[in-house]
């Protein structure tokens, strides 16, 4: 499976045509109702592991109450589609009556509603209401992280069902809708026959693949994966992390909506148990044994365990029962497998998180080894068109603002009882190479999270180009033109060289959702352009990045994780550039190199901030050194004086070095 992923985009066509067209003949294969009934339920299913794979798989939220939305849409068209509600007939619902939503019951004043929303129309309505939940349901939740976004959202999940089950009068309780009507095509009920709620189940299915298909490697679909790697770094990549959550959230509600209709119109009736808890356990089962933030995963996965559910177990608690009554076992006889599908649910979570963590369709593609060839691929190095791009883009940004100056003044910084930070204040001239230097745990760090708007320091202010940092959200801090590198490397795990550059790239693309999906020429010219701009920006370190663009982060060396990461913060072209500790784990060559490469980011008209231990590197490089010590600022001035300056030695080496 895992190659099947690597497959030749052409041989993956020519597959997915002889599936199609086996899934479009499959009804005429005539095995019956039964069976196409359960590949309708397959499809219902796979649109709904398609929705939370969204959610779970791209973006990381874990959703435990995603069955609540696919009630929402269930009974959104169970509720304007029967004979559920039945409010008095007046004229006001003439113009409903026109247009075939509602129809007039009875006569004179006796005459009642009869609500006939068309499924058609219901469909994408659904979706919609599903989604208008998702965001409010989103909105103040999504702040939260891991455990608590599980635990609130499993409340959602048990809420909504409580809800139906006691709201009577617009649900009919827990004895559920009766006499939804089926939809129809041209005045042709589908009735209960299978085999057209199969094909609109398919097309479900194709459509929201299709979405999924095209939002994965886009700016969006990146932005996703991005937060579910790391939300820190995302955030400081200048994405607005709680609006795309949301936006995941939306969707992935969305898709479950769509696929209550559907599923409701099928069944001609609702029940509040058909969305308690084991079905959002069941759907997020289906897309971890498919593969957490894999496509087809969700789909496959989503397949598999409605076969097994609806075919194999009975199948197999037929033959067991027959096996029983043979030898007279009581307990065979009775043995009912199917009521056992939760426990064989866990039973395949647990064998999948012990043996195969990636899911039976990995999302990640982990490249094969580099060819001779390959790391022998020469390329000049720094490229032209990256150093004139980045340089046009300094020289707009300075002549549309103020110049990329940084002023901290007396910035303090406290964590509980531990002051990082006493009272620093320190300049930035637009174009300079300052350096920031001191011991272990003097605030260096500290001082970069505080101007990046990680860490809110408590007194002091910080000011770039005219816009004051404090309070301001981290991916605000970096459209006005500031990024940065961690010391302790964040990069996006699980992407590959290309995707974390282009992640760097997101507040530059304008792409939207609606754009994505349909394809238009603008964002696919944009999306050819980023691709090209990480080429130039990887070609700065010669052949190091370019062979391995496709390959995984997490397996490239460490000083080329550091060298990503440092092209990740080119592409958002900044104005003024902080790299924390960038040569640590490089060796003294690697070092040397690296500080030429930065020495040449001035040439670009950036801003250079840098904390960095390698004095050699900071005499190369900086015009002005600023030695932390114990978060105050110990000595200010240039490399070679404050090299010499015996407070500094002292707090670097010790008393004891200052007299010998
Ligand atoms: P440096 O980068 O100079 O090595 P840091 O800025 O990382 O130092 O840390 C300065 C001090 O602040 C250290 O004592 C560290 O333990 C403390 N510190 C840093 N971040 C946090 C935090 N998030 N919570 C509590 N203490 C912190
Ligand atoms: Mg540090």
Not at 1 to 15: C, F, H
Not at 87 to 106: E, H, M, Q, Y
Not at 410 to 436: E, N, R, W, Y
Request: proline residues 5%.
């Amino acid at each position: 499976m895992k190659r099947l992923a690597n497959l030749p985009p052409r041989t993956k066509r020519i597959l997915f045509s002889v599936l199609l067209a086996f899934l479009l003949v499959f009804p005429f294969l005539d095995t019956g109702q039964a069976n196409i009934d359960i590949a309708a339920n397959c499809a219902a299913y796979a649109a709904l592991a398609l929705g939370l794979n969204i959610v779970v798989g791209f973006t990381g939220l874990l959703d435990l109450g995603y069955a609540a939305f696919f009630a929402i849409g269930a009974y959104a068209y169970g509720i304007l589609n029967s004979y559920q509600l039945h409010p008095a007939w007046s004229n006001g619902w003439a113009p409903l009556a026109a247009i075939g939503f509602v129809a007039k019951l009875g006569a004179g004043a006796a005459a009642t509603v009869h609500f006939t929303f068309p499924f058609w129309v219901m469909l994408p309505v659904s979706a919609v209401i599903a989604a208008g939940f998702g965001v409010a349901f989103g909105a103040p939740t999504l702040r939260l992280k891991g455990d608590y976004l599980a635990i609130v959202t499993l409340g959602f999940g048990e809420i909504v069902p409580i809800v139906v089950r006691n709201w009577s009068s617009l649900t009919n309780g827990a004895e559920g809708l009766n006499g939804v009507a089926p939809p129809s095509v041209f005045g042709h009920s589908f009735g209960i026959d299978s085999t057209p709620y199969y094909y609109v189940g398919l097309g479900i299915v194709l459509l929201l693949l299709f979405i999924s298909q095209r939002l994965k490697p886009s700016r969006i679909g990146r932005a996703w994966m991005a937060i579910r790697e790391d939300e820190i770094a995302a955030g400081a990549m200048g994405i607005h992390t709680t609006r795309l959550k949301l936006l995941a959230f939306a969707m992935g509600a969305g898709f479950a909506g769509l696929t209550g209709t559907f599923y409701i119109a099928k069944l001609q009736t609702a029940t509040p148990d058909m969305f308690d808890l084991p079905v959002s356990i069941m759907v997020l089962v289906m897309i971890v044994l498919g593969g957490l933030g894999s496509v087809w995963g969700a789909i496959i996965g989503a397949v598999l365990l409605q076969l097994l559910q609806a075919w194999f177990l009975p199948e197999l608690s037929a033959m067991v029962q027959a096996l029983g009554n043979a030898v007279h076992s009581p307990f065979l006889s009775n043995l009912e497998l199917t009521s056992a599908s939760e426990l064989i649910f866990g039973i395949i979570l647990v064998t999948m998180m012990l043996y195969r963590r990636d899911g039976i369709v990995p999302a990640s593609r982990n490249e094969v080894r580099l060819s001779f060839a390959q790391q022998d691929a020469a390329v000049s190095r720094g490229s032209l068109p990256a150093v004139e791009r980045l340089s046009r883009a300094s020289a707009q940004a300075a002549a549309a603002g103020a110049p990329a100056a940084l002023a901290v003044r007396d910035l303090t910084v406290k964590f509980g009882g531990l002051t990082a930070l006493k009272s620093v204040s320190l300049d930035v001239p637009a174009g300079g190479i300052v350096a920031v230097i001191g011991p272990n745990g003097s605030g260096k760090s500290t001082l970069f999270n505080s101007i990046t708007g990680l860490v809110t320091p408590s007194g002091g202010s910080i000011d770039f180009a005219g816009h004051e940092l404090i309070g301001q959200r981290p991916d605000q801090i970096l459209r006005y033109g500031v990024a940065r590198t961690f010391q302790n490397i964040r990069l996006f795990p699980n992407l590959t060289v290309m995707e974390n550059v282009l992640i760097g790239q997101h507040t530059h693309l304008k792409a939207g959702p609606a754009g994505i999906v349909l394809g238009l020429g603008g964002v696919r010219a944009e999306e050819r352009e980023a691709r090209e701009f990480v080429l130039e920006l990887l070609a700065m370190f010669g052949n190091r990045l370019i062979p391995r663009i496709d390959q995984g982060v997490a397996q490239l060396s460490y000083a080329n994780r550091r060298r990503v990461e440092i092209a990740r913060a080119l592409a958002t072209r900044p104005r003024l550039l902080m790299l924390d500790e960038p040569t640590a784990g490089m060796n003294p060559a690697e070092s040397l190199e690296l500080a030429e490469q930065i020495a040449g980011f001035r040439d670009l008209g950036l801003t250079v901030l840098l904390v960095e231990h390698k004095l050699d590197v900071v005499t190369r490089l900086a015009d002005n050194v600023i030695v932390l010590d114990y978060g105050e600022k110990l000595a200010e001035g240039p490399a070679d004086v404050v090299r010499r300056d015996e407070a500094v030695i002292e707090a670097y080496i010790g008393r004891g070095a200052v007299n010998a």
